[in-house]
């Protein structure tokens, strides 16, 4: 079984996300031919931490800057090389030279982690078993970004769905989904995903593996989703005052 790990260079979760992405990387080594790592704006990053802090997100503003130490000291690049595990770094999956990274390598599994990316046909269809994505928020009814942060402000149902990726944002079979509990601080919030998170993750992996396919799909009933995306800054206000502390 050949599995791509698709995953940014720099996020907003704690620990940069690193918790999550060296337990899944270390637990499905033998799977693992190669990880998409996709660059993201140092400086607009460096930018917009100012912005953060003086905006009262305090703790994202923290967490952004220790995870740009991180970036900056490589930890990603020389965890991938400890393991052997080939790499490349690119500004998108979509990029021509991703593109024929990922022919070449002939994967049966592409996992998205973390990599706000929409993938193209040309890269969907290159996997024998699919692409997935993980998502943190609770599908079919939660779509977009920061569905969890908004789902926590409005006391709604929060969690991540791992779903199998298309053409449509948002889109294609629910795979497997979770609950987490409710936690008005949005960082220590995002500690418990990753605690559940990687295990599901590495639980699905298996799956895949044992049975050369993609789990069976959960069913649901249609319904209106509640799209949201990045908070403004009048947004941000909104979910402080609705007792939510970033």
């Known amino acids: 079984m050949k599995i791509i790990l698709v995953t940014s260079d720099l996020t907003y979760a704690p620990e940069n996300y690193d918790d999550v992405f060296e ?30 802090y003086f905006a009262g997100c305090r703790n994202i503003a923290y967490t952004l800057a220790h995870n740009f130490g991180s970036v900056l000291l490589g930890r990603k690049r020389r965890f991938l090389r400890k393991l052997g595990i080939p ?19 002939k994967p049966d ?31 079919p009814l939660q779509k977009g970004l920061f569905c969890d942060l908004y789902a926590l402000a409005e006391n709604r149902t929060a969690g991540f769905t791992i779903h199998q990726m298309t053409d449509r944002i948002d889109q294609g079979q629910i795979l497997y989904r ?29 799956q895949v593996v044992q049975n050369g396919s993609l789990p069976q799909a959960i069913l649901d009933e249609s319904c209106d989703p509640i ?9 941000i206000k909104e979910l402080q005052r609705k007792k939510i502390i970033l």
């Open 109 to 139: 599994l592409i996992l998205n982690m973390r990599a706000q990316c929409i993938y193209k046909d040309t890269v969907l269809k290159i996997p024998r078993i699919g692409c997935v994505n993980v998502h943190h928020g609770i599908l």
């Open 227 to 235: 799209v949201t995306t990045t908070p403004n800054l009048k947004a």
């Open 87 to 105: 790499f490349i770094y690119v500004e998108g999956i979509n990029d021509r030279k991703a593109v024929l990274w990922l022919k070449k390598l």
């Open 23 to 52: 337990f899944v990387a270390r637990n499905s080594s033998q799977h693992v031919a190669g990880v998409a790592l996709i660059k993201i704006s140092k400086l607009t990053v460096l930018a917009k931490l100012p912005y953060f």
């Open 178 to 206: 979770e609950q987490v509990n409710k936690n008005k601080i949005y960082i220590s919030y995002l500690i418990e995903v990753a605690l559940k998170e990687k295990v599901a993750i590495i639980n699905l992996v298996e």
